[in-house]
Protein backbone atom coordinates (compact mmCIF):
# COMPACT_ATOMS: atom_id res chain seq x y z
CA UNK A 1 0.00 0.00 0.00
CA UNK A 2 1.31 3.43 -0.83
CA UNK A 3 1.83 5.37 1.94
CA UNK A 4 3.41 9.37 2.49
CA UNK A 5 6.05 9.66 5.34
CA UNK A 6 6.66 12.34 7.23
CA UNK A 7 9.57 13.32 9.65
CA UNK A 8 11.02 16.34 11.06
CA UNK A 9 8.68 16.98 13.85
CA UNK A 10 9.58 17.80 17.36
CA UNK A 11 9.75 20.50 20.34
CA UNK A 12 11.26 23.90 19.41
CA UNK A 13 10.81 26.98 21.34
CA UNK A 14 8.47 29.76 20.20
CA UNK A 15 10.43 31.59 17.51
CA UNK A 16 12.33 29.07 16.15
CA UNK A 17 12.12 26.63 12.79
CA UNK A 18 11.38 23.38 11.56
CA UNK A 19 11.73 22.10 8.22
CA UNK A 20 8.94 19.03 7.88
CA UNK A 21 9.84 16.40 4.67
CA UNK A 22 7.33 14.06 3.03
CA UNK A 23 8.36 11.70 0.85
CA UNK A 24 6.11 9.50 -1.33
CA UNK A 25 7.33 6.64 -3.46
CA UNK A 26 4.73 7.09 -5.78
CA UNK A 27 5.01 6.60 -9.87
CA UNK A 28 3.22 9.78 -10.42
CA UNK A 29 4.59 12.41 -7.59
CA UNK A 30 4.77 14.79 -10.02
CA UNK A 31 1.65 14.69 -11.59
CA UNK A 32 -0.31 16.16 -8.51
CA UNK A 33 -0.49 18.72 -5.96
CA UNK A 34 0.38 18.07 -2.74
CA UNK A 35 -0.28 19.56 0.57
CA UNK A 36 0.45 19.87 4.36
CA UNK A 37 -2.62 20.16 6.75
CA UNK A 38 -2.40 20.21 10.76
CA UNK A 39 -4.43 18.66 13.50
CA UNK A 40 -4.40 20.26 17.19
CA UNK A 41 -5.84 18.01 20.08
CA UNK A 42 -9.50 18.73 20.58
CA UNK A 43 -9.64 20.42 16.85
CA UNK A 44 -10.29 20.13 12.80
CA UNK A 45 -8.01 18.99 10.46
CA UNK A 46 -7.32 22.21 8.73
CA UNK A 47 -5.28 23.48 5.97
CA UNK A 48 -1.87 24.92 5.77
CA UNK A 49 -0.28 25.28 2.21
CA UNK A 50 -0.83 23.17 -1.50
CA UNK A 51 2.00 23.23 -4.05
CA UNK A 52 1.50 22.63 -7.78
CA UNK A 53 2.64 19.57 -10.11
CA UNK A 54 5.68 21.64 -10.81
CA UNK A 55 6.09 24.09 -7.69
CA UNK A 56 4.59 27.10 -10.07
CA UNK A 57 2.33 27.73 -7.47
CA UNK A 58 1.32 27.54 -3.78
CA UNK A 59 -1.33 28.48 -1.40
CA UNK A 60 -0.99 29.42 2.41
CA UNK A 61 -3.50 29.47 4.79
CA UNK A 62 -3.23 32.86 6.25
CA UNK A 63 -2.10 32.35 10.01
CA UNK A 64 0.89 30.68 8.33
CA UNK A 65 1.81 33.16 5.66
CA UNK A 66 5.09 34.36 5.60
CA UNK A 67 6.56 31.99 7.64
CA UNK A 68 5.65 28.79 6.54
CA UNK A 69 7.07 27.80 2.85
CA UNK A 70 6.09 24.94 1.00
CA UNK A 71 8.66 23.55 -1.75
CA UNK A 72 8.67 20.40 -3.51
CA UNK A 73 11.69 18.61 -5.52
CA UNK A 74 9.62 15.48 -8.21
CA UNK A 75 12.83 14.00 -8.68
CA UNK A 76 13.31 13.49 -5.64
CA UNK A 77 9.74 12.21 -4.51
CA UNK A 78 9.77 14.66 -1.46
CA UNK A 79 7.98 17.72 -0.34
CA UNK A 80 8.98 20.01 2.42
CA UNK A 81 7.72 22.73 4.83
CA UNK A 82 9.93 25.58 6.48
CA UNK A 83 8.12 26.99 9.36
CA UNK A 84 10.09 29.42 10.83
CA UNK A 85 8.90 32.18 13.46
CA UNK A 86 6.97 29.08 15.34
CA UNK A 87 4.09 30.38 17.90
CA UNK A 88 2.67 28.08 20.55
CA UNK A 89 -0.56 28.09 18.10
CA UNK A 90 1.03 26.27 15.51
CA UNK A 91 1.50 23.02 17.87
CA UNK A 92 -0.36 20.06 16.29
CA UNK A 93 -0.24 17.24 14.44
CA UNK A 94 0.94 17.48 10.71
CA UNK A 95 -0.15 15.68 7.52
CA UNK A 96 1.02 15.65 4.50
CA UNK A 97 -1.18 14.46 1.50
CA UNK A 98 -2.03 14.22 -2.32
CA UNK A 99 -4.36 16.01 -3.97
CA UNK A 100 -6.69 14.13 -5.93
CA UNK A 101 -7.36 17.20 -8.48
CA UNK A 102 -4.19 17.79 -10.70
CA UNK A 103 -5.34 21.42 -12.23
CA UNK A 104 -6.18 23.18 -8.74
CA UNK A 105 -4.85 23.85 -5.48
CA UNK A 106 -7.20 23.13 -3.06
CA UNK A 107 -7.40 23.27 0.16
CA UNK A 108 -10.22 21.22 1.32
CA UNK A 109 -8.97 18.39 3.10
CA UNK A 110 -11.69 16.04 1.40
CA UNK A 111 -10.19 16.92 -1.87
CA UNK A 112 -7.14 14.91 -0.64
CA UNK A 113 -6.84 11.55 -1.17
CA UNK A 114 -3.69 9.73 0.04
CA UNK A 115 -2.20 10.77 3.22
CA UNK A 116 0.69 9.97 5.48
CA UNK A 117 0.75 9.29 9.38
CA UNK A 118 1.74 12.81 10.36
CA UNK A 119 4.38 14.19 12.45
CA UNK A 120 4.25 16.15 15.65
CA UNK A 121 5.15 19.15 15.67
CA UNK A 122 5.13 21.11 19.61
CA UNK A 123 6.22 24.72 20.14
CA UNK A 124 6.76 26.09 24.18
CA UNK A 125 6.33 29.15 24.99
Known amino acids: QVQLVESGGGLVQAGGSLRLSCTAPLRTFGSYPMGWFRQAPGKEREFVAVIGRNSGSTNTADSVKGRFTISRDNAKKTMWLQMNSLKPEDTAVYYC??????????????????WGQGTQVTVSS
Open 97 to 114: ARSRQQWTLPSDRRLYDL
